[in-house]
């Protein structure tokens, strides 16, 4: 079964999950399209004859997978003809996959930033299902798709398809894999990092980004320059751009992406378009670059390179559990300044949560902490409230400029922005309710007031 059916003739999507089937403009659309399927069934009519094929799962996928109507326990229904097809919705998200977007999630709210897995954006008469969607600064959305080798060997298809419609609607893709065969596609602005087991990926320690990410060299195409001329043997004496690989951490690149320092670049050479990541102060440049190559562009902004040198070792993940249960009483946590200095230089995130939490929490806040730990699910005006002082301590830290001020925010942000996402999934877990919902509504109403 599949809650999303396209119809082939009236080229519309129907969701199922709705009474107007997302039409309210057509009335009567259900006894319509349920009518005329029912009649083909009557008249034999080949289920891949009546115009009605999967439009979620499988349509993402490629493929043209039919489908047929029916009415079950008063519940409308369509169902796939073909088994495989009814097989490939029920594939399920692994371990490494999850991880991925947990830790993409942590990243982002480390930065300041927040989002939500399994994101659905209507766009007009379909949508956009996002694996992971962050919210960037300035109104960005960033929208990560992770590919990993248990994804089968066939690899995604239509990906360019795919990024091209996000592009489109307003979220800036980002494709993520560890494999090197998708690395090298160049359908989109992919990443890769190397192929490690769930419990690494989960690890606070460092992940990197081994490709996708680059910088670019400026240089002038005379008879000292390290790169051949691009357009031919000699030395034409204009400026050239060539981009060389470059390291990256991944929640650097996650956040950095968020706050659009780092950016998507589709860098041409004669015979074919490279898509990678860059600095935004490598595409300002190479964009002065391509209306003038006669003189070196400008650098017109203070680069700071997202990449840090880091020689730290993976280390244990907080659980996360206790760490939802610590952040919901985050006053009884000391200042940031208290701990030592060396780890948030490398990892500003959880290793700095860790060490706080168990060596600055007394044993009155341990007992808090059991306390919050074992109480009931929080009234919905205090997800409200909580969701506030995250807005409050994000709109600190923007007014921040200060480094070390920033980090110290980025702290308190941290411990913010965990209290309310923790207490959302609790909310919404006893209530049996959509996670994402709830952290919508509780979104606007602390948006509102
Ligand atoms: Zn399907
Ligand atoms: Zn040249």
Redesign the pocket.
């Known amino acids: 079964m599949a809650n999303i059916v396209w119809h082939t003739k009236l080229r519309i999507h129907l969701d199922l999950t709705l009474d107007d089937l997302g039409h309210e403009e057509h009335e009567g659309l259900w006894d319509m399209v349920y009518g005329m399927d029912r009649m083909y069934a009557a008249r034999a009519v080949p289920v891949a004859e009546r115009d009605l094929q999967c439009g979620g799962v499988c349509q993402e996928a490629g493929v043209v997978a039919p489908m047929h109507l029916r009415m079950r326990n008063e519940r409308r229904e369509a169902v796939h003809e073909r088994r495989e097809d009814e097989d490939r919705h029920t594939v399920t998200i692994s371990d490494e996959h999850k991880a991925y977007q947990e830790r993409i999630l942590r990243a982002a709210e480390a930065g300041g930033f927040c989002g939500d897995n399994e994101v659905r954006t209507r766009v007009g008469r379909s949508w956009i299902q996002t694996d992971t969607l962050i919210e960037g600064a300035d109104g960005l959305r960033v929208g990560w798709e992770v590919q990993l080798s248990t994804a089968g060997t066939d690899g995604p298809r239509s990906v360019r398809a795919r990024a091209a419609k996000a592009q489109k609607n307003g979220i800036t893709p980002a494709w993520h894999t560890d494999r090197n065969d998708y690395a090298h596609r160049h359908d989109t602005h992919w990443t890769r990092s190397n192929n490690l087991p769930a419990h690494v990926i989960a690890k606070i320690g460092d992940l990197r980004v081994i490709s996708g990410f680059r910088k670019l060299d400026f240089w002038h195409?005379d008879l000292h320059a390290d790169h051949p001329?691009?357009?031919?043997v000699r030395?034409?004496?204009?400026y050239?751009a060539t981009p060389v690989p470059k390291d990256v951490l991944f929640d650097d690149l996650v956040r950095n992406t968020a706050a659009g320092t780092i950016v998507p670049v589709q860098f041409r050479t004669l015979n074919k378009t490279h898509r990678f990541w860059a600095t935004r102060a490598d595409h300002n440049r190479y964009n002065d670059l391509l209306n003038n190559d006669h003189q070196l562009p400008a650098v017109t902004e203070d680069v700071r390179t997202p990449s840090r040198a880091s020689h730290n070792h993976p280390t244990c993940r907080p659980d996360l559990t206790t760490t939802a249960s610590v952040t919901a009483t985050p006053t009884t946590l000391q200042t940031p300044t208290d701990r030592p200095s060396g780890l948030l230089v490398v990892q500003p995130t959880a290793p700095v949560l860790e060490t706080t939490a168990s060596q600055a929490l007394g044993e009155s806040a341990l007992a808090d902490q059991a306390r919050s730990a074992n109480a009931g699910p929080e009234s919905l005006e205090t997800l409200i409230e909580l969701q506030r002082a995250a807005n409050a301590a994000r709109n600190a830290l923007q007014r921040l400029s200060d480094h070390e001020e920033r980090e110290r925010q980025q702290y308190v942000l941290l411990e913010a922005a965990q209290s309310a996402q923790a207490a959302i999934t609790r909310y919404a877990t006893s209530q049996g309710l959509n996670r994402f919902d709830v952290q919508q509504t509780v979104r606007g109403a602390a948006h509102d007031t």
């Open positions: 195409c001329c691009p357009h031919g030395r034409c004496g204009k050239h």
